[in-house]
Each structure stands twice: as C-alpha cells, then as structure tokens.
C-alpha cells in the first residue's frame, strides 16, 4: 500500500512572502536549467508562453497520480477531493482578479476560447444585433477580431477600429469619436503581445461606461506582469490563458459580472450545466456552472490555481519594476545597434520588445540566434493589422519575465551582433 503525500507536502510550497532574488526565482523553473544547442537556454519567448516552476508540476503529477476523479459528479472521496481541488483554484483566480464572488469566474480553455464565449452568447442573448458596433483597436491579437468577424458575418454587426500612433499608442480622441449610440460593446487589449504597449484601459472603460457601453479586457499579456483588480478597473469582462501565467495550457479564465453572465444564455450544452433535462426541454445551473459543459480542464484548473499561489509570493510592484529594467536595459543596448529598428514605443510598455533588423529577415534573426539557445519569437505574432501598420510582413520579438536577467540579455546582445557579421 502506498502513503499518500497530502498536496502541500507534496508541492512543497509556503506561502510566505518572497524576497525578490531572481537566483531564487529561477530555480524554481526546472526548464531554465537546460542547455539548447550545447548552450544555456534564454528563453525570450514568454509572450507566446511562460514556463512552469516546479510546484506547478508537482502539482499536476500529484493530481494524476492520487487524486484523479471527475468532478461534481460523484459522492465519492477521490471525486470529492478533484472537485474541491478544482472549486479551491476558482477561488484562486477570484482572489487575484479580486472578483466580487468566485460565480462570476468561468474556466475557459484560454483567451481565445472566452472571447468566443462572449461573442457567441452576447449574439443569442440580442445584446448584439444587425449594425449594432463593437469597437476594437489596430492592435488587437487575432483571438479579439476574429470571433467578432464571425459574429459580424452572421448577425450583420460591424467592426469599428481605434487607430493607433507611430509610437504604438491608441489614438483617444479618435476612439471617443468612434463610439455612438450603436456601440454595444468595447473590446480591447489590455497590454499588446506585439508591441508591448499598456493601453490606457481605466479611462477607456470611463468613457465606455460614460455611454453605458460594457467593455471586454484581453488581460492575456497583462495578468503575469502587474495586479489586475476588476472591482478596481470596472470591467465588464476580463479574460486570460494559464499558460501565460506560468500555469499550463489549455486552461484559462472568463471573468464577468454576475449580471451580465446571469443575463447571458449558456455558450456550449451537455453534462453539468444543467439543473434538469427533458425531451420537452431543459433547464440551466447558474453561473458559473452554466457555462461549463462537459468534463472541464480539472488538472489544469489545479496547476493554475498552483501557479497563482505561487505568484501571490511576491509583489507586483517588485516583479514590474525588475521587468522594466530588462526592458530598459535591453532597449538601449538594441538601440546602438545599427539597423535595428524597434516596433512599439508606447510611453508605458511591458517587457516586449518587437524589431527588425536591415536587410535581415525576422525568420533568419531567430533561426541564428536559436543556434546560442535563444528562444525569441518570429512572424506576425497573430497580429497581421499591426504587421500592416508598420509596413512589415513580419517581426522578431523579444518578451522577458521575472526570471530573465541582464546576463541573458548580455548574450542575446552579442547573438544580434553575430547576425550582423554573418549577413555583413
Ligand atoms: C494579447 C493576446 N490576446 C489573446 C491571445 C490568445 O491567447 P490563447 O492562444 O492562449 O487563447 C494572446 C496569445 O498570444 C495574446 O497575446
């Protein structure tokens, strides 16, 4: 018979409050110890995903290997710990978004998928019909315009764009243009995975809500990176993936007000989000159970509650301010290299740093310097609109998070410097 470690023993984590040492920090990720082509990893990817610490992943094998059930459903001692693991990581995520109650947080399977959510439930429910408008900005993720293009082209509402400056910014007066008695929802990014940018997202919601009009977050590049309080920014809606916040993929969250989401009909039918089911017809669990049909993500739930946990050791302020001294640092040293053109130079800007280089195309940048081991992301970034703006069919990006260093930033440098002889 085997002894059943308890998930604490088990993950091994306290939860009292971290001193910010990034020698620390980065012992926690396992993978930032490896090597890639016979050099130490720099992983400088982190806007397409964060890696894990190891009580993520311990949380996980944990689950797997003495507490999988489902959830919900079984009176049983297996299912009744899952689901208690499960609900304890709602209210997690409720504690770190400071949401009113944990019923106005929906797992997801990422942001992509609340966005949908929202999309087509806004639609059934008549709160978006034939020229209604949804205002979005130029440099929105694909995940918040296409779902509305669907939406567009099956109930006739229209798209209006928030123009952007050279420096990356959104244009505010053009975006109070924008909004008339037609706009039925504002739906806008929080912090651009393209261009680093922190959009100015308190007043955007002011003026939304000026006009009665909800707005929508994309928080996907905001939430690992500084707090995000929905009581405090008056959302409508917010949403964001796990695994940009050091949880796994395949998880994530849509928070909304219980208002909304009671008003809203449910996204998807099937098992536990019913209350009851006839042929004649059926009715519905309430919020937020309604919107979870069917077996959900109960290990990714777990592992992102885990990740917030372990996030919650350390301070916001601590973690952007480190952040923005990579950013700065790197940004200078970038900048006295020639030929090198920076994409994104929005005043407030997280650690994203999108560029190019002359006469060198993105895929070659990233192809050589991944020879060193450095992880940087090359292309459109799903973000082809921003791609035009800047007449580029493509960029390479740098995004840092709390356990880059100087040192990493050092050998990129000198990785960037190395291209430039090599194509010389
Ligand atoms: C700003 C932004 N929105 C949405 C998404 C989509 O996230 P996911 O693919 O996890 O659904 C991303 C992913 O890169 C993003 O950066």
Redesign the pocket.
């Known amino acids: 018979m085997i002894t059943v470690p308890t998930t604490d023993e088990n993950i091994k984590m306290d939860s009292r409050f971290r001193k910010f040492d990034v020698n620390e920090i980065r012992k926690d990720f396992p993978i930032l110890g490896r090597e890639v082509n016979g050099k130490p990893l720099v992983y400088f990817d982190n806007?397409?995903?964060t890696q894990k610490p190891n009580v993520v992943i311990d949380s996980m094998v944990h689950y797997y290997k003495y507490e999988n059930a489902n959830i919900h459903r079984g009176l049983h001692f297996l299912s009744e710990v899952a689901t208690e693991q499960y609900e304890n990581a709602r209210l997690k995520v409720k504690e770190f978004i400071n949401a009113m109650s944990v019923s106005e947080v929906i797992f997801t399977?990422?942001?992509?998928?609340?966005?949908n959510l929202l999309a087509n439930t806004m639609c059934r429910a008549d709160m978006l019909n034939e020229g209604d408008e949804i205002i979005i900005s130029h440099m929105?993720?694909?995940?918040?315009i296409v779902p509305w293009q669907l939406l567009c082209d099956r109930k006739k509402t229209v798209l209006k764009v928030i123009p952007i400056n050279d420096d990356g910014e959104i244009i505010m007066d053009e975006y109070k243009k924008l909004i008339s008695p037609k706009t039925k929802l504002v739906s806008i990014?929080?912090?651009?995975?393209t261009l680093g940018t922190i959009n100015p997202i308190k007043e955007v919601i002011d003026i939304a809500h000026d006009n009665n009009i909800p707005v929508l977050i994309?928080a996907?590049?905001a939430v690992a990176h500084q707090k995000i309080d929905v009581q405090e920014l008056d959302c409508d809606f917010l949403?964001f993936?796990g695994?940009?916040l050091f949880g796994p993929?395949g998880i994530?969250v849509m928070y909304g007000k219980a208002e909304l989401l009671n008003k809203l009909p449910p996204y998807q039918g099937g098992g536990d989000m019913i209350r009851t089911v006839t042929f004649e017809g059926t009715t519905y669990e309430d919020i937020p159970n309604k919107f979870e049909a069917g077996t959900p993500n109960i290990v990714g739930g777990i592992g992102l509650g885990v990740a917030i946990k372990y996030l919650n050791m350390f301070s916001f302020n601590d973690i952007s301010e480190y952040e923005n001294e990579l950013l700065k640092y790197a940004t200078e040293q970038m900048l006295d290299i020639n030929g090198i053109r920076i994409i994104g130079t929005a005043e407030r800007k997280a650690s994203v740093i999108s560029f190019t280089v002359d006469g060198i195309h993105p895929y070659d940048v990233g192809t050589i310097i991944d020879t060193d081991g450095i992880a940087i992301r090359t292309g459109h970034?799903?973000t082809q609109p921003i791609m035009k703006r800047y007449n580029v069919t493509a960029t390479a990006r740098a995004s840092f998070a709390f356990y880059n260093t100087k040192d990493e930033i050092d050998v990129f440098i000198k990785a960037l410097y190395k291209v430039l002889k090599i194509f010389g």
Request: aromatic residues 0%.
């Open positions: 806007a397409a995903t399977s990422g942001t992509t998928d609340g966005v929105e993720h694909h995940a918040n990014v929080h912090t651009s995975n994309d996907a590049q949403v993936s695994h940009k993929t994530g970034h799903c």
